[in-house]
Nanobody
């Protein structure tokens, strides 16, 4: 059973930084892309950043230049470094992977950007 566990969320002031981590219980990231989604209250879940098993990285336009996705040499865990945070980045952030037509989600970690 694949489990994804996020950590690193919290309360930060605008302009601050946080680093989120996603640890998988298996080597799923050796085969599947690791994705970070976020969902703010009243809004749909959106894809923030992703890294393929081969290492290609993509970002949503809203976070380009501020967020950096990386991973350990073993491809697990996966990290999301978030800099220059804005109030509109406030959301629950979820780690996701899809393998063999099955979706795996973490429990989410809350990020709140507020003064």
């Amino acid at each position: 059973q694949v489990q994804l566990v996020e950590s690193g969320g919290g309360l930060v002031q605008p302009g601050g930084s946080l680093r989120l981590s996603c640890a998988a219980s298996t080597n799923i990231f050796s085969w599947a892309a690791a994705n970070w989604y976020r969902q703010a209250p009243g809004k749909e879940r959106e894809l923030v950043a992703s890294i393929t098993s081969g290492g290609s990285i993509n970002y949503a336009d809203s976070v380009k230049g501020r967020f950096t996705l990386s991973r350990a040499n073993a491809k697990n865990p996966v990290y999301l470094q978030m800099n220059s945070l804005k109030p509109e980045d406030t959301a629950t952030y979820y780690c996701h992977a899809r393998l063999s037509s099955r979706d795996y989600w973490g429990q989410g970690t809350q990020v709140t950007v507020s003064s």
